[in-house]
């Protein structure tokens, strides 16, 4: 079973960056769509970037397009978020998911989540 660990989260000021990154146990992740979500203290659980299989194909959540950057490495079997220029407002637990989606944005198209790290983002 394939399973997910995130790192990367903690503190940053409005403005700056943090990247994300997600491990897979195992070399399956590399056949799976991969997704960013995130929930906020109070709020539904919600979609943030994907990357197809193949990687040959981004998308996006409205808020977060031309800030964060998704990407992954099949020889490290890994997939990061690279998030800039960031507002308090993406203050959230972020999660890694994979699945074979075909929908990437929706949630319930995943079959493995990571336990989630926290981004902070003080004003």
């Known amino acids: 079973q394939v399973q997910l660990v995130e790192s990367g989260g903690g503190l940053a000021q409005a403005g700056g960056s943090l990247r994300l990154s997600c491990a897979a146990s195992e070399r399956t992740f590399n056949s799976y769509a991969m997704g960013w979500f995130r929930q906020a203290s109070g709020k539904e659980r919600e979609f943030v970037a994907a990357?197809?299989?193949?990687?040959?194909?981004?998308y996006y959540a409205d808020s977060v397009r031309g800030r964060f950057t998704i990407s992954r490495d099949f020889d490290k079997v890994t997939v990061d978020l690279q998030m800039n220029t960031l507002k308090p407002e993406d203050t959230a637990v972020y999660y890694c998911?994979?699945?074979?989606?075909?929908?990437?944005?929706?949630?319930?198209?995943?079959?493995?989540w990571g336990q989630g790290t926290q981004v902070t983002v003080s004003s």
């Open positions: 990357m197809t299989y193949r990687g040959d194909a981004t």
């Open positions: 998911a994979a699945g074979r989606a075909e929908h990437l944005h929706l949630q319930n198209e995943y079959n493995y």
